[in-house]
């Protein structure tokens, strides 16, 4: 797109609905140009910061060690003591677990690990701990 935006002589016609000028045409490349070399300079440096810092789900002898967050940047510690409900949704073909803890909700992905039985493995322990404290 930055080679065309540069080389552009001509309009552009979009969908057949916009009509764009010649200069508007430039601007319309230049624009698609920069978001995409955004686009790749975030993908580089989320994979950096994934290799420098993986995400690890610990689940520790009292407490559940979650990555949290927007960009999963935090790790919020969940007593079991303190876990009140574990439910289990599927959400447009996702398989999520929640996590009610103190009025919050965490939630884990099945996605996320590394099979289907690591997936059941930690929703039956998060399960078991949740029951054993109601008892």
């Known amino acids: 797109m930055g080679y065309k935006a540069a ?3 001509a309009g552009l016609i979009i969908n057949g609905l ?3 000028g010649p200069t508007g045409a430039t601007v319309f490349y230049w624009v ?3 978001a995409s070399a955004c686009f790749v300079l975030m993908a580089i440096l989320l994979t950096l910061r994934r290799l420098a810092r993986p995400r690890t789900l610990v689940l520790d002898d009292d407490a559940l060690l979650l990555p949290s967050g927007c960009f999963q940047t935090r790790v919020d510690r ?3 003591s303190d876990i009140s409900q574990v439910l289990e949704r599927q959400v447009a073909g996702q398989t999520l677990l929640y996590i009610i803890a103190n009025g919050l909700q965490f939630t884990i992905a099945e996605s ?6 690591a997936y059941h493995s930690v929703r039956s322990f998060l399960t078991s701990r949740a029951h054993a404290k109601a008892a």
């Open 112 to 117: 996320l690990l590394p099979n289907k039985q």
């Open 78 to 80: 969940i007593n079991y």
């Open 18 to 20: 916009i009509e764009l």
């Open 32 to 34: 698609i140009a920069g």
């Open 7 to 9: 080389h552009n002589e």
